[in-house]
């Protein structure tokens, strides 16, 4: 039994030949950072359905002003009377003003405006900001003069800054953008610059740096990519700021010029309508709502993605 059980077990296994080259394979499965956040950020639905709000609005800001035309200035429909006030409906969908405009058309040219100027200043703010940052984390001789600096702009309020700069140079898109840019790079930069801090003195860090690894290489290579989600929800949080300041200084009459819309001053010129022909005021708030909202949420749905932790 013995001799026949011996013969059974050898027929069960066979000898495999060593091959050096497996030495080298990885079994794992490979890893791709650009893969793994599209798989976080639509895995959960409530991103999916963010993502397609938001889209469909920038898409409608973007595209419909091309075929509207619409102009604060164009008055072809005032002496039209039928064509005034009406509320909203197939015909009008967002209904009409007291010069017979389409509101619609107005919340869309104004949408546009108020989020390209909102894109533009979160460009500028994060690319100043963090190249910047990343050079103030890295240089203890600009550190210091660099902190200085800023203990003197952070104590005055970023609003108040953009209202005076507004003040100064005029209304225009250029001056308004500016404006909202003169300083607020400065806080972007200042927040990259103690996340760089932090990451600079890692164990790994050190050892690329005594090995002679140039500062530029350790900062793109070693210290960005933990930096990615950092940076995009820094940006999430400024692009709806910026776009709210600029409705606020709109709404006062500052900043844009009279012929340009923007969600802020349509909002201003229809406030006398309120309790009259309230979806003169409440459509274009609800717009505003939307697109602020939409993109602060898509902002920190990518943040949380992006975020290298988050793909273990």
């Not at 991103?47 to 604060?72: A, C, D, E």
């Not at 949408?111 to 963090?130: M, N």
């Not at 793109?220 to 940006?235: C, E, G």
């Not at 009279?258 to 802020?264: F, Y």
Request: aromatic residues 14%.
């Amino acid at each position: 039994m013995d001799k026949i059980s011996e013969e059974k077990i050898e027929n069960r296994f066979q000898f495999c030949k060593m091959d050096d080259s497996l030495n080298e394979r990885i079994d794992a499965p490979a890893y791709s950072y650009s893969q793994a956040v599209i798989r976080n950020f639509f895995r959960s639905k409530t991103s999916i359905v963010i993502l397609l709000i938001m889209t469909i609005v920038v898409l409608m800001s973007m595209i419909q002003p091309l075929f509207s035309g619409y102009s604060f200035m164009d008055v072809s429909e005032i002496n039209n009377f039928d064509a005034r006030y009406n509320p909203p409906s197939a015909k009008f969908w967002f209904g009409t003003d007291g010069d017979g405009k389409s509101l619609f058309d107005a919340v869309w040219a104004g949408a546009k405006t108020s989020i390209s100027i909102g894109v533009l200043s979160t460009v500028i703010c994060e690319g100043l900001g963090v190249i910047i940052g990343a050079i103030w984390g890295n240089s203890k001789r600009i550190d210091h003069f660099m902190l200085e600096v800023y203990n003197v702009i952070s104590n005055v309020p970023q609003l108040l800054v953009v209202l005076v700069l507004s003040y100064a140079f005029g209304s225009g898109f250029w001056n308004l953008l500016f404006a909202m840019t003169c300083t607020s790079w400065f806080m972007t930069a200042y927040f990259i610059r103690v996340q760089v801090m932090i990451m600079r003195d890692r164990e790994y860090n050190l050892a690329s740096r005594t090995l002679g690894t140039k500062t530029w290489r350790l900062i793109i290579k070693n210290i960005f990519p933990y930096l990615v989600s950092v940076i995009i929800t820094d940006a999430s949080k400024k692009l709806p700021e910026f776009i709210s300041y600029e409705v606020f200084l709109s709404f006062l009459g500052v900043g844009l010029s009279v012929e340009t819309p923007s969600l802020g001053r349509i909002i201003n010129n229809y406030a006398p309508n309120m309790s009259n022909y309230p979806y003169l005021f409440w459509i274009p708030v609800f717009v505003l709502a939307l697109v602020t909202v939409s993109l602060y949420l898509v902002g920190q749905r990518l943040a949380d993605a992006s975020d290298p932790r988050t793909h273990l």
